[in-house]
């Protein structure tokens, strides 16, 4: 039977997300990608021109499968509760695909990523964090920072504790640390008790 070439594309990024996350982007050759795919280098670069469509193509991809999976939030709950219920899920995703974890930390703040790709690629595959953002910064329960500078904070606290919970998941599994991560987090975006 013939593999399709969406076969040999799901290949080629399975192979690419396990080098990146063991090796890092710069220990994942395109021809060790390859190789550990199971492809020849020219099917590689048939599916992706370059290295940096692979690997901007590989973030894309587990973004779209973190956002498939994090359900929608009941819109009349009071925002602090629709964030805590986004939080948990993606963190959740994130604490039960450690490779995925490991190749965004790595890739996030890549030379190979630009910001506004980031952004695009972010509100796409997550739309419902612009959203809850607009809407938390315009009934003012968040802060009224910069749309790009709230966005980054809120992928940043989130991945520092991603991060955290992965490398010592008995922390992960206790509550108490999962409440307090949320906690820490609402509390930058919200401005705590003393929002400008």
Not at 39 to 44: C, F, H, K, Q, S
Not at 123 to 147: C, H, K, V, Y
């Amino acid at each position: 039977m013939r593999e399709t070439m969406t076969d040999k594309r799901r290949q080629i990024l399975d192979a690419a997300l396990a080098l990146c996350a063991e090796d890092g982007l710069q220990g994942a050759a395109t021809a060790r990608i390859a190789k550990a795919a199971g492809v020849a280098n020219g099917t590689l670069f048939h599916h992706f021109p370059s290295k940096a469509l692979l690997i901007q193509s590989l973030y894309q991809e587990i973004k779209a499968r973190l956002g498939a999976a994090i359900s929608e939030a009941d819109p009349a709950l009071p925002l602090e509760v629709q964030a805590r219920h986004y939080w948990h899920q993606a963190m959740g995703w994130m604490q039960a695909h450690p490779r995925e974890l490991r190749f965004v930390l790595g890739f996030f703040h890549s030379p190979l990523l630009a910001r506004p790709l980031r952004s695009q690629i972010l509100a796409e595959t997550l739309p419902f964090l612009p959203s809850l953002l607009a809407r938390g910064q315009a009934s003012g329960e968040l802060m009224s920072a910069p749309p790009a500078l709230m966005l980054e904070v809120c992928q940043g606290q989130f991945l520092a504790c991603a991060s955290l919970f992965v490398d010592q998941p008995e922390l992960g599994e206790d509550p108490h640390w999962q409440e307090s991560a949320f906690a820490l987090f609402w509390s930058a975006i919200s401005g705590g008790p003393h929002a400008p």
